[in-house]
């Protein structure tokens, strides 16, 4: 039996740092979520569901293979399908949370034109490949120094091992 995730993890975080090369070169594409407080002031953690979380946090979850045969052949293969689960932040150190929005818009644009022309992630996902990319919420978390606007997004992935 084999699985993606491991790979398409790799290939979905190496996207995002090649999307967002500012971020990159500040230190703000996280893998995983850090033992402490990230202070940049645009993020991206990736493997993530939940900064707020106080325990474990989700970074794939639902993954399901369906056993498929193929036409005139003795190989079985399996069509896998998982979301991997990143947080993009943004923190401007007061409640002009319009600025905020606006930057995790542009860093959410960027992440998806980049990812717009990559069926495969760059080879990690066999056939079909990923079939959407969604933000699935925006919620306010506190900091010493203002409110950080929190943005969680999914990468739905679709492979055949």
């Keep these: 039996m084999a699985t993606a995730i491991f790979d398409a993890y790799n290939a979905w975080l190496a996207l995002i740092k090649t999307a967002l090369p500012t971020l990159t070169a500040n230190g703000a594409i996280y893998d995983g979520p850090q033992a402490g407080y990230v202070t940049n002031t645009d993020f991206v953690v990736v493997g993530a569901d939940d900064l707020t979380a106080t325990g474990p946090v989700v970074a794939v979850d639902s993954g399901q293979q369906q056993w498929i ?27 002009d949370f319009a600025a905020c929005r606006a930057r995790a818009k ?31 919420g925006m919620s306010v978390a506190p900091s ?6 929190h943005v969680p997004f999914v990468l739905t992935c679709r492979a055949r091992v």
């Excluded at 052949?73 to 991997?84: G, M, N, V, Y």
């Excluded at 644009?109 to 080879?123: E, K, M, V």
């Excluded at 010493?144 to 606007?149: E, T």
């Design 69 to 95: 045969a193929l036409m005139n052949s003795t190989s079985r293969h399996a069509d896998e399908t998982f979301p991997i689960f990143s947080v993009l932040g943004a923190w401007i150190g007061n409640d």
């Design 144 to 149: 010493p120094d203002g409110p950080a606007l």
């Design 106 to 136: 542009t860093n959410i644009n960027a992440i998806f034109a980049a990812l717009a022309p990559d069926l495969t992630l760059g080879g990690a996902l066999t056939g079909p490949g990923w079939s959407g990319m969604s933000v699935v």
